[in-house]
């Protein structure tokens, strides 16, 4: 049966309208879950402000209504879900590299209801169950915050794997999720320095273990230096002055989406033996280890999360969130 709710759409200009909509019956291998989270990420800025013909929302979390025919998931089970709807069939989904799937049916959230709305319809093969010790707003830092974080540490250390220190350009909730990773995986004690524009941000990721430096503080950046350099920014000046930072045998990792890079090839890259490599989002099967790591570290982890705030306040939770002085903000919703 289909069932009948009341949901978020996004008109555009920071205008957020509830209307009625019906949420189908999960087809053969799907799943029907009822929303419990969902956090909100940077690039949601562009339904917020452009306006969304689906329900957006790709960092959602929540508990299976009900499921379709050839599944095996059970009503009750609580999880995750993975953005990329992908084809498990392809030459990447072959080799497990389902974010670089060849075939992808849909990204949920971005071109099918996502989880600002009560429900949402998702394939069971990119639904990732985590059994009941987490609650679904902390289970939510699987995705952005973890998921992508953790790939683009294992994409820095195909390079430099006998890696010392990090640095990353820009302490978004990308930025922090590196931040976080790096501590959980390479030790309380491993350094990290980040930099980030806003004062606020710098303070925020120190609380978290971090060395910070102000954006365009170019020399203490340099000095600092570090094996591997990330840039969750997208700025052009931001990805030069990592790449600078890098030692020899290092290299930056690109994760936030912007602007451009000017390489001198000699200089950056042939002479210090340097790499430049992208990082988009993450794979479906690192999701079982960094489950294991949210499980150890949930209370650490579970900080990046600053506020909790009902669907109910959705459009207060995403001008908070732009202000630019929060780490993640969830939304959540009465799942039971
Ligand atoms: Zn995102
Ligand atoms: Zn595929």
Redesign the pocket.
Known sequence: MPIPAVVPRFRGDAKIEWADHEYREPGAGELRLRIAANAI?G?DRHEYYDGSPIVPG??AAGIVADAGPGTTTAPGTCGVVYLMDFCGECRSCQVGATNQCFAKRGDVGQNTDGGYGPYAVVHETNFFPIGDELDLATATMLL?VMGTSSHALGRARLIRPDIESIFVAGAGPIGLGLLVTAKVRLGADFPVFISDVSNWRRTFAESLGAVSFAADDRDGIIAAGADMCFDSSGRQAARELALAASTRRGGLICVGHGEGLMLDVSRDLIAPERAVMGSEYFRYDELPENLELLRAHADYIGKVITHRLPVSELRNAFELFFSGQTGKVVITQEAE
Do not use: N, Q
Request: aromatic share 0%.
């Open positions: 990420c690039t790709h960092e952005d």
